[in-house]
C-alpha cells in the first residue's frame, strides 16, 4: 500500500519522461526505471526521518534512566545507573586484579568474558536454529505436498507451538540431562513449529498458474518442484526462520537456567540471583542488541535470496 | 473449416501421435461432444459447457469470443489438460487428452513468468527441463527474444519489464518451446489500449510468419476478427458455440494488410454480425 502510493507520487513528479530508446517496443520501461528510481530516493529520504526518530527515542530514554538514577528516586539495587551498567559491561571484558598483594586478577564474570557468554549462545542457537530448519522445511514440504502427512500430524505441531519451553525444560533435563544436548533440544523445539508452519504456507500459497505454466512447458513434478515451488516458498520460509531465531533468543535464557555458563542468558540469570543488577542489565541490553543485528542479517539475506519480494 | 495449403507445410510441427483418422483431417484439436458440470458449495449443479464438438486444424488461428462466464476458458482448460471434461472426448492429434502437456503451451492473461529467473531463461525453461544444452537453448531463447522484440531485455528481471513486455516475454516463452498448439487466454486483456494494439499487429505479424495452431479467447470483437482466422462466438448457461464464422477477409486482401484491414468495409460487416450474435 505504502509502496503504491509512493511510486504514484513519484511519478506525478516525472510526469513526462521520454522514452529514448528504440528498443523498448511499449515505449514505458525507461519511464518506469526513473520512477522506480525517484521512488527509491523518496524512500531513502523517508527512512533516514525513521532512524533520526528512533535514535531520538534512545535519547529519551537514556535520559530519563540518568536522571531518574541520578536523583536517587530509586534505590541503585533496583535500578543502577546507566554508567554502573556500562561499568558492569566494561568489567566482565576484562582482567581484574582482586587482589594486590598476590597479585591474582580476575578475568571477565563466572570464568569466561562477556563475549565468550554470549558466543556459547550463539552457538546453541545456531546448532538448534539450523536443525530446525533441516528438518522443519522438510517435515513443512511434505505436510503441504501430502495430506494424509498434514491430517496425521497438524494437531501435534500446533500442541508443540503452544508449550512455553520453560514448561518442559525440567523433563528435557531428565531425559538427556543438564549438558549442551537438553539446550539444544530445547531451542531446536522452539524453532521447530514456526519453520514447519511458514513451509507449509510458503508451498500452499505458490500461485495455481505458476504451476499449470510449468506443467503446459511438460515439467514434471520434481522439476514443479525444483524450478517453481522451491523458489516460489523461500521468501515464506525465510521469514519462518527470521522468526524461529526470535522464539530462539527468547528460550536461550530458559535453556541457559541449569548449568547455562558459558552463556548469556546464564550470565544474566545467575546474576540477577546474586543481586548484580548491573551486569543483568548490561546481559539484557546485549541480549537484545545482538537478535537486533542478527535480525537485519536475515532480512539482508532475505533480501539477496528473494530480491522480487513485493514487486511481483 | 477452412483448409489452406499455406498451413499444412508447417516445417516444425510435431509428431503425430497416432490415429490415421486426425492426420487425414489436420485436425491437431477435436472436441466431440466435450461438456463440462460442476457442483457448486451450496449444491447446485452449474452447466459450464454444454456438448461442443469443434475440430481445429493445423495452422488455424481460431478466436473465441463471448462474455464472461460463457465457458471459454473452460474450453482452454480442457484442451490444455488442466481440466477433465465430465461429457465427451477431448483430443490432441487423435490421442485422448489426459493432462498438461509441452505440445500445448499456454498463454496466461496475467503475466506469469517466474520472477527468480532472468526473462531469457524463464523463455529457457522448457528447454532446460527437456535437457536441451545450455548454450543451445541460450541461443534459441534469444532468437525467440528477438523474434517477440525483446532482444535487448534477456538478463532484465520479469519485474523490471512493462505489462506488455512480460506478456510479450511469455509469448516467446511459449514459441520457444516448440510448442504445437498455442492456447491464449485473453493475454491483452490487462493491457491499455495502445499496448493491446501494437501487440495484436506483433501477433497478426508473427503468425504470419510462423503458422502456428493457435487457440485464442478474448471478449474483444474487434480483436477477434482482426486475428483470427476464425471465430467462434459463445454463449452463457450453459456456455455453447452459437456462430462458428470463417474471418475469409483475412485470407485475401486482408492477409497482407495490417492496422489497416480494421477499416475494410468487409472486417466492419464481420464485426457488427459477430457482436449482434453475442448479444442473442
Not at chain 1, 14 to 20: D, E, I, K, R
Not at chain 2, 187 to 192: H, S
Amino acid at each position: 500500500m505504502e509502496r503504491t502510493r509512493l511510486m504514484s507520487d513519484a511519478a506525478s513528479a516525472t510526469p513526462t519522461a521520454p522514452a529514448p530508446s528504440g528498443t523498448d517496443p511499449d515505449g514505458d520501461s525507461a519511464h518506469s526505471r526513473r520512477v522506480a528510481k525517484a521512488a527509491r530516493r523518496g524512500r531513502s529520504r523517508r527512512l533516514r526521518r525513521n532512524r533520526l526518530l528512533q535514535a531520538g527515542v534512545l535519547v529519551v530514554i537514556l535520559a530519563l534512566w540518568w536522571l531518574i538514577t541520578a536523583i536517587k528516586l530509586v534505590d541503585p539495587l533496583y535500578l543502577p545507573s546507566p554508567q554502573a551498567v556500562l561499568g558492569a559491561f566494561i568489567d566482565a571484558n576484562r582482567c581484574l586484579v582482586v587482589d594486590e598483594s598476590s597479585g591474582r586478577s580476575v578475568c571477565g564474570v563466572q570464568n569466561y568474558y562477556l563475549w565468550e557468554h554470549l558466543l556459547a549462545s550463539l552457538q546453541r542457537i545456531g546448532v538448534g536454529v539450523s536443525l530446525a530448519a533441516i528438518a522443519g522445511v522438510g517435515l513443512g514440504a511434505l505436510m503441504s505436498m501430502w495430506e494424509p502427512a498434514n491430517t496425521a500430524l497438524a494437531p501435534y505441531l500446533n500442541f508443540l507451538r503452544a508449550l512455553p519451553p520453560l514448561g518442559y525444560i525440567g523433563l528435557i533435563i531428565v531425559w538427556v540431562g543438564i549438558g549442551d544436548l537438553s539446550k539444544f533440544l530445547l531451542l531446536f523445539l522452539a524453532a521447530f513449529p514456526p519453520i514447519v508452519i511458514a513451509t507449509i504456507d510458503g508451498v500452499r500459497g505458490v500461485r495455481e498458474d505458476y504451476v499449470s505454466a510449468a506443467r503446459s512447458m511438460g515439467a514434471g513434478s520434481p522439476q514443479i518442484a525444483r524450478f517453481v515451488v522451491l523458489p516460489a516458498a523461500t521468501a515464506s520460509i525465510l521469514s519462518g526462520v527470521r522468526l524461529a531465531i526470535g522464539f530462539a533468543w527468547t528460550t536461550v535464557v530458559a535453556a541457559e537456567l541449569n548449568n547455562g555458563i558459558p552463556g548469556i542468558g546464564g550470565l544474566a540469570y545467575i546474576s540477577g540471583t546474586q543481586l548484580k543488577t548491573p551486569l543483568t542489565i548490561a546481559c539484557i541490553i546485549v541480549i537484545g542488541l545482538v537478535a537486533v543485528a542478527l535480525d537485519g542479517c536475515i532480512r539482508w539475506v532475505g533480501n539477496r535470496l528473494v530480491p522480487w519480494h513485493g514487486k511481483v | 473449416m477452412t483448409e489452406r495449403a499455406n498451413h499444412t507445410d508447417r516445417p516444425d510441427s510435431a509428431d503425430p501421435v497416432d490415429s490415421a483418422d486426425s492426420a487425414e483431417t489436420g485436425s491437431v484439436v477435436t472436441l466431440e461432444g466435450v461438456s463440462q458440470r460442476y457442483i457448486t458449495d451450496s449444491g447446485d449443479v452449474v452447466h459450464a459447457l454444454a456438448e461442443t464438438d469443434l475440430e481445429i486444424p493445423e495452422g488455424q488461428f481460431v478466436c473465441v469470443v463471448g462474455p464472461s462466464g460463457c465457458g471459454k476458458t473452460t474450453l482452454l482448460k480442457i484442451i490444455a489438460g488442466f481440466l477433465d471434461p465430465t461429457g465427451g472426448a477431448a483430443r490432441y492429434r487423435g490421442a485422448t487428452i489426459s493432462g498438461p502437456g509441452a505440445e500445448r503451451g499456454v498463454v496466461f492473461q496475467q503475466p506469469n513468468l517466474y520472477p527468480w529467473f532472468t526473462v531469457r531463461d524463464n523463455v529457457a525453461l522448457g528447454m532446460r527441463m527437456r535437457k536441451v544444452a545450455k548454450k543451445e537453448r541460450t541461443q534459441k531463447a534469444q532468437e525467440y527474444l528477438e523474434l517477440v522484440g525483446l532482444a535487448d531485455f534477456g538478463d532484465a528481471k520479469p519485474y523490471e519489464l512493462s505489462g506488455g513486455m512480460q506478456q510479450r516475454a511469455q509469448i516467446a516463452r511459449v514459441l520457444a518451446n516448440e510448442t504445437d498448439v498455442i492456447l491464449m487466454d485473453e493475454p491483452f486483456g490487462a493491457l491499455d489500449a495502445i499496448t493491446r494494439a501494437r501487440l495484436q499487429a506483433d501477433v497478426l505479424a508473427l503468425q504470419r510468419k510462423q503458422h502456428r495452431t493457435v487457440f485464442f479467447i478474448t471478449h474483444d470483437v474487434d480483436e477477434a476478427v482482426f486475428l483470427g482466422d476464425r471465430v467462434l462466438v459463445m454463449s452463457a448457461r450453459p456456455g455453447r458455440v452459437v456462430l462458428d464464422q470463417d474471418v475469409t477477409l483475412s485470407a485475401q486482401a486482408g492477409r497482407s494488410l495490417g492496422e489497416e484491414m480494421r477499416r475494410l468495409p468487409e472486417f466492419i460487416e464481420l464485426r457488427e454480425r459477430i457482436a449482434g450474435a453475442i448479444e442473442h
